[in-house]
């Protein structure tokens, strides 16, 4: 299995477990943390180096632009 660090930014919980079952179905093996503010994408992308950030396009308050 290959492991990736993964930044979700998604506001509902089960839609970011279904994502990492799918990396998992894919063989991928996920180190991962959901995130859904502003604030909180800002900070984990200042802690910590992510291989791959999958977000929501429409979130409260943001926008995948």
Known sequence: MK???VLIVEDAHDDAE???LEL???GIN??????ETCDSIIS???DRQWDIII???SLPGLTGF
């Open 24 to 26: 998992s179905r894919q």
């Open 30 to 35: 996920a180190d991962w943390k959901r995130v």
């Open 18 to 20: 279904l994502i990492i």
């Open 55 to 57: 977000s929501d396009f």
């Open 44 to 46: 984990e992308l200042k």
């Open 3 to 5: 492991d990736i660090k």
